[in-house]
Each structure stands twice: as C-alpha cells, then as structure tokens.
C-alpha cells in the first residue's frame, strides 16, 4: 500500500527555518512528481513548491520563492521543503503530494494533478 508521511512541523518564530521531510513506503518517490501544498482552515489548498521526477526541475509559488527550497535524497526515499525565513502568513498544514510519471523534467504546481496525498504536517509561525 502507497503511503506518504509528512514530518518536521512545529511552532517556530517569525524569522526562523524548519525543514519538512516527505517519506514514502511502498513505493519509490524517485519515480514520482512531488508537490508540496499548503491549507489553512476554510481555504483550498495553495501550491508550495514542486520538484521533477528527471534533473531536480523545481517550481516555487511567488509568494515562497527565494525562501523555500525542494530536494531528493533517493537514498533515504524521502524528499524535503527547507523553509527559511518565515513568516506568520506561512503557517499552515503542509502536505506532500505525488504522482507517477514515466519520464519528464516537469512538475505541476495544481493540486489536481497528484494522486496519494499525505496526512499533512502542521506549521506555525509566531512570536
């Protein structure tokens, strides 16, 4: 069974980083497209970031750009969202997203594209 665990939330203060992991069991993230998305509560989910199957492509919503940063380490299966300098408005439950490819150097910041979603991890940022 396919299944994604989010970890590394937590309360940390205006200014501060953490770094989120994506897990996988029961299937190999190097053979997928992985987007991070964000919700609060009331609201859909927003886009983050993403990172390709092929050649490390990453994509960033404006609003996380210059301070979020995406990567694979195929050897632990597990990919990360280092979040840096961060800002009240960044708080929110952070998913990890994937979906199987063949091939591509592409990724997709929409959620609709991404079939097994993980439980989310919580992030808050406040003084």
């Known amino acids: 069974q396919l299944q994604i665990v989010e970890s590394g939330g937590g309360l940390v203060q205006p200014g501060g980083s953490l770094r989120l992991s994506c897990a996988a069991s029961?299937?190999?993230?190097?053979?997928?497209?992985i987007g991070w998305f964000r919700q609060v509560p009331g609201k859909e989910p927003e886009a983050v970031s993403c990172?390709?199957?092929?050649?490390?492509?990453?994509y960033y919503v404006d609003s996380v750009k210059g301070r979020f940063t995406v990567s694979r380490d195929n050897a632990k299966n597990t990919v990360y969202l280092q979040m840096s300098s961060l800002k009240p408005e960044d708080t929110a439950v952070y998913f990890c997203?994937?979906?199987?490819?063949?091939?591509?150097?592409?990724?997709?910041?929409?959620?609709?594209?991404?079939?097994?979603w993980g439980q989310g991890t919580q992030v808050t940022v406040s003084s």
């Open positions: 029961g299937f190999t993230l190097d053979e997928y497209v």
């Open positions: 990172i390709s199957k092929e050649n490390g492509v990453t």
């Open positions: 997203a994937a979906r199987w490819v063949f091939s591509g150097n592409y990724c997709w910041l929409v959620n609709s594209q991404y079939d097994h």
